[in-house]
């Protein structure tokens, strides 16, 4: 009698942990919540990567590595900038290693502080390893920005196509001082219009705000941070 009355137990236990899974899940994907609100904080923390110029990183349980340069060159009245980023990163969530080659950068031409030419920021990486077939990335400048926004921080917008879904980063102002100099404060990281996520690098180490453990949106997430905080952003407004 005992023991049919442990096995109802943790059925009925078992049901209950389903249950707040499911719930966890649904609160991720609700809009009248803040974001913040429900994801997990996870500081980026250093670690020993494969050699002194690809340093490791952690970010909650997705560790990885990468190397990133960024380079420019100014001739009379013509101005370039490229950055480039290698990066690896895997977790349990993961078949193995996701290894992504990214690359980009813009250019304009000015005579007397006026543009005659501009090649728009632009930055792509493409994925290899254990990635999903359809992954893709790409990064751009945006123009919906209002000029306070244009003024606070410079305006991206980017696009990660990840096991069949869309996830969308805009630049937004997450945590941390409130002007950034030139550079861009963080980004919101959105699916079907939701919010799902972000990062913050305004601070001393960039804070990522994930999906909760066991959200089917938590690596796509992961995978978005990583890229945005490597990138050697190369513009300014």
């Not at 389903?18 to 500081?43: C, P, W």
């Not at 480039?84 to 193995?96: D, E, I, K, V, Y």
């Not at 990486?125 to 945006?142: N, Q, R, V």
């Amino acid at each position: 009698m005992k023991a049919v009355v442990a096995i109802a137990a943790l059925c009925l236990a078992s049901l209950g942990l389903a249950s707040l899974g499911v719930a966890s899940a649904a609160a991720a994907q609700d809009a009248s919540v803040h974001f913040k609100d429900r994801t997990e904080r996870v500081q980026l923390q250093g670690r020993r990567g494969p050699s002194l110029f690809r340093p490791g990183f952690a970010i909650g349980e997705y560790v990885g590595s990468s190397s990133a340069r960024a380079s420019g060159s100014a001739i009379p009245f013509r101005r370039s900038a490229q950055a480039r980023a290698s990066l690896t990163l895997t977790a349990p969530s993961l078949a193995g290693d996701v290894e992504a080659e990214c690359e980009g950068g813009e250019a304009r031409t000015q005579i007397l502080g006026i543009t005659f030419e501009r090649q728009d920021l632009a930055y792509n990486c493409a994925f290899s390893g254990a990635a999903p077939a359809d992954a893709a990335f790409t990064l751009a400048l945006s123009r919906h920005g209002n000029w306070l926004n244009r003024l606070q921080q410079p305006q991206r917008a980017g696009e990660l196509r990840w096991n069949g879904q869309v996830y969308r980063a805009e630049t937004r102002y997450v945590e941390g001082l409130p002007w950034g100099g030139g550079n861009v404060l963080g980004y919101v990281f959105s699916r079907d219009g939701v919010d799902i996520g972000g990062v913050a690098l305004a601070g001393m180490a960039p804070t990522f705000y994930l999906p909760p453990a066991g959200s089917a949106d938590r690596d796509a997430a992961a995978v978005l941070g990583a890229i945005l905080f490597t990138f050697q952003d190369p513009a300014r407004p």
